[in-house]
Nanobody, 121 residues
């Protein structure tokens, strides 16, 4: 059993900052990609940022220069530092990870329960 738990969501004013964290726990042999997605009311879920074990990053154009993703491979955690937040960043943010439970196993996709981020004045 693998679980992803997000933390750090909340209410912030435009221009403010927020840090989201996600910890993976359970039977984990290795992780490949870890990242963040978000979904606003009435909209499709979209990629925010991803980070591989080797350090390759991928950011949505809308967050480049404002958000930074990082991870601790030993602890199976991933963090999203969000700066210069805008009202359009308001959404439920979901942690995602590709995890292999065994050395010979394939990588499966896992998702956290989501954490609300609201940017409003």
């Amino acid at each position: 059993q693998v679980q992803l738990v997000e933390s750090g969501g909340g209410l912030v004013q435009p221009g403010g900052s927020l840090r989201l964290s996600c910890a993976a726990s359970g039977s984990i042999f290795s992780t490949h990609v870890m990242g963040w997605y978000r979904q606003a009311p009435g909209k499709q879920r979209e990629l925010v940022a991803t980070l591989t074990t080797s350090g390759s990053t991928n950011y949505a154009d809308s967050v480049k220069g404002r958000f930074t993703i990082s991870r601790d491979n030993a602890k199976n955690t991933v963090t999203l530092q969000m700066n210069s937040l805008k009202p359009e960043d308001t959404a439920v943010y979901y942690c995602s990870a590709k995890i292999a439970r065994m050395a010979w196993g394939h990588f499966d996709d896992y998702w956290g329960q989501g954490t609300q981020v609201t940017v409003s004045s």
